[in-house]
T-cell receptor, first 113, second 111 residues
Framework: DGGITQSPKYLFRKEGQNVTLSCEQNLNHDAMYWYRQDPGQGLRLIYY???????QKGDIAEGYSVSREKKESFPLTVTSAQKNPTAFYLC????????????FGQGTRLTVV | KQEVTQIPAALSVPEGENLVLNCSFT??????LQWFRQDPGKGLTSLLL?????REQTSGRLNASLDKSSGRSTLYIAASQPGDSATYLC??????????FGQGTELSVKP
């Protein structure tokens, strides 16, 4: 069935390590997004991609990196430069990057140990 | 810069009540506004998408209204049920294409 799949659901990282969060969609959507959610706060945009091989920084891109080599995949790497990476990460997609409905995955909870 | 405020931050009601959740935004130059539901520890589920040219959008017991010029949207939930308990988020879609989120309204419906 169609949808957005994020993996893993839970991820633990040691300080100083890079980790990669997976986001895959089979909806044939052009646009994909990564958001971060902290307790008591709204979602904040990290990176977005309007089309394959192109992506833009969101509001809190420092310490993160992305790639968009395939239409269906938009992995997010949390680097050791991200000072406070413990959070809930959400991936979203929509048909095109402007005025269409956005759909979200089930999220990945990242904890630094 | 778009700022989104949702009032109230939390709401607890008995089952069967009709509810109104409020969303206000500072930049009225939007394409549309989307309402989402989030259950604890889960992703967001899209409830309604209301285009800037529309005044209302309905889905089942949910009705969303949009007053773009005044920067306001409301989500009306009729005959609330315990299964409606969740956090509700609104997100105006700016002309830059970004969804900007409020902090949400945490709803609890008691049986």
């Amino acid at each position: 069935d169609g949808g957005i799949t994020q993996s893993p659901k839970y991820l633990f990282r040691k300080e100083g390590q890079n980790v990669t969060l997976s986001c895959e969609q089979n909806l044939n959507h052009d646009a994909m997004y990564w958001y971060r959610q902290d307790p008591g706060q709204g979602l904040r945009l990290i990176y977005y991609s309007q089309i394959v091989n192109d992506f833009q920084k969101g509001d809190i891109a420092e310490g993160y990196s992305v790639s968009r080599e395939k239409k269906e995949s938009f992995p997010l790497t949390v680097t050791s430069a991200q000072k406070n990476p413990t959070a809930f990460y959400l991936c979203a997609s929509r048909i095109e990057h402007v005025n269409t409905e956005a759909f979200f995955g089930q999220g990945t909870r990242l904890t630094v140990v | 810069k778009q700022e989104v405020t949702q009032i109230p931050a939390a709401l607890s009601v008995p089952e069967g009540e009709n509810l109104v959740l409020n969303c206000s935004f500072t930049d009225s130059a939007i394409y549309n506004l989307q309402w989402f539901r989030q259950d604890p520890g889960k992703g967001l589920t899209s409830l309604l998408l209301i285009q800037s040219s529309q005044r209302e959008q309905t889905s089942g017991r949910l009705n969303a209204s949009l007053d773009k010029s005044s920067g306001r949207s409301t989500l009306y939930i009729a005959a609330s049920q315990p299964g409606d308990s969740a956090t509700y988020l609104c997100a105006p879609n700016n002309q830059g294409g970004k969804l900007i989120f409020g902090q949400g309204t945490e709803l609890s419906v008691k049986p």
